[in-house]
């Protein structure tokens, strides 16, 4: 069985350890292919798998996975969880310029496939991003 980590707002995640998923992989019978490091990893966000360039008005899906991944990538003391409602207006704008200064990217407050990348791990990750408010 999984790891379970942390809740907020009915969120659970868990981690699948090695074990979990050669064990799968065995009983499953055939072969898998490993996972990209994705939207798909994140366990509760499963808005889509769709990672495209995002900015400030989108909206959709894509949005509602965006800010499903920075409430799991930052933490919920210094950042409360936001509404994943897929509008990308001020609250999310902020909270990616704060990601990507967090994580050592360009901060141009868009959301292309290095922030998408950094993202995906974070969110998959037992632990925060280090960021301060």
């Not at 495209?52 to 965006?66: K, M, N």
């Not at 990308?88 to 200064?101: A, E, N």
Request: a negative charge; charged letters at 20%.
């Amino acid at each position: 069985m999984g790891e379970r980590d942390r809740t907020q707002g009915g969120h659970m995640r868990f981690k699948l350890t090695g074990a979990v998923l050669a064990t799968a992989v065995a009983l499953g019978g055939g072969l898998v292919a490993a996972p990209s490091a994705s939207a798909a990893t994140v366990r509760d966000c499963k808005y889509t798998t769709s990672e495209p360039t995002l900015r400030y008005g989108a909206t959709g899906s894509a949005v509602q996975q965006l800010q499903c991944e920075l409430n799991y990538s930052l933490n919920w003391e210094n950042f409360p969880a936001m509404d994943e409602d897929g509008i990308w207006g001020d609250i999310t704008q902020s909270r990616v310029v704060k990601f990507q200064s967090c994580a050592g990217l360009s901060v141009d407050g868009a959301v292309g496939p290095k922030t998408w990348a950094k993202l995906d791990y974070w969110a998959a990750n037992a632990d925060w991003l280090p960021c301060n408010p």
